[in-house]
């Protein structure tokens, strides 16, 4: 009697030049395999019984009992008696790309540069010899007039009209006027956004500020740039007054500090459940980035199953996410102020899917390097980056299989 192995509906297996990698896209955990398990798999997901799966995998029937043996106690998959019809997980099913009518460009998230006032004096603002990964988190202004009130007002009613259900405000020090703040955050949660972001550079010393984020129920991004030990403390004691907020804690330092960083970190997911981002300024040419940092960040994290669904076709930066300058100028993301969509004045030809595809649709895929590779669904990757080091989108610095 025939015998069926299958994989479980949340488990992907995805093909690379000569191995093959399982995504699980519940656990989040991968798994890399030999081509002749991988190969054994990819026949068995269409219904291959499993003796004809080794015949033409060259899986020899021992080595493929026992393999089974493993997924099955890993929960990777079961055998059974008959072929067995299942749909995968997924958010985006493949169909959605093969649609001639086109769903319209809806907006998941925005950010707007608000460009405000600001007395802190980071060592890198304003400079172009430095850089950082996470731009899309940070506040990397320069300039120092804020964006006029009229204009936030527009780019608001042009994000909630595309369902925009998350807006981040940053650049600068958003305390520093709070009055025009609120008037932005009220004006875009009347629209409809139901998340509002705001990253604030300092610690938030009136507490009618704070009570004025519990009410609206406001994210904090707080970011900190840690240049000395003694920071720690001051950061451990600000911490406990935004309890019961959804706070982000994105810390900036350089690699020297590393160790410091770290302390904090620790610190404070010991004390608090806030989420927290370390990002390191770096040099802005590749050959200049020590391998010190690219040990640090040159991971693969866990892949969930809108982070896979989302990267089989597109970018997950930049798919229906975009960054707005105070001027109303659009962009991909606050890391790439040098690649313009179009402008608040031009919303048509600007979602134009012809202008918004080449970013939106640049995943590792496309690469020439990743285009083989199977871990191309799981590898962290930042243009932004690429782009500053390297010059080109060509290749992703962040490449695990790197060596250098
Ligand atoms: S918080 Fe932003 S605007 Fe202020 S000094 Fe730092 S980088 Fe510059
Ligand atoms: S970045 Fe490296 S590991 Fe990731 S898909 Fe590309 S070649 Fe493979
Ligand atoms: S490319 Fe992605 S990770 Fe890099 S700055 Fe832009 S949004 Fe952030």
Known sequence: MKKYFKLFEECYIVSGKDKYTLY??????????????????????????????????????SEAKIFIKEMESATLGMMSDFPIAMDKLNILPKWTEKMFFKQSHGIN?????????????????????????????????????????????????????RDCKELYLKEGDLLSDWGKTLRIVDYALNRGIEKVLLNIIHPIDDMTIINDMRVRNISLVLQRYIEKKK??????????????????YILLTELDNKETIMQVAQNISQMYSYKLLIDFMIPNKLENVSKEYFDIERTIGKIDLVSYSIRQFHNECFYKNCYFDKEGNVYPCAGLKNRKYGDID????????????????MSLSKKQECKECSMRFACNNCESLNYTLTGSHDRNVLCVKTII
């Open 24 to 61: 699980n896209v519940l656990t989040g955990n991968i798994y890399e395999i030999d081509e002749k398990r991988g190969k054994f798999c990819l026949l068995s997901e269409n219904n291959m019984d499993i003796e004809n799966a080794c015949n033409n995998s060259g899986l020899l029937l």
């Open 109 to 161: 998230k925005a950010t707007i540069g608000m460009d405000y006032d600001c007395s802190n004096s980071c060592n890198f603002c304003g400079n172009d010899a430095v850089t950082n990964r996470y731009k899309c988190w940070s506040c990397n202004s320069t300039s120092r007039s804020p964006i006029a009130d009229d204009v936030a007002f527009r780019i608001i009613d042009i994000i909630s009209e």
């Open 231 to 248: 920071q720690i403390e001051l950061i451990m004691s600000e911490s406990r007054k935004y309890e019961g907020l959804d706070v982000t």
């Open 346 to 361: 031009s919303m048509p030809e600007t979602f134009r899917s012809e202008n918004l595809g080449n970013y939106w649709n």
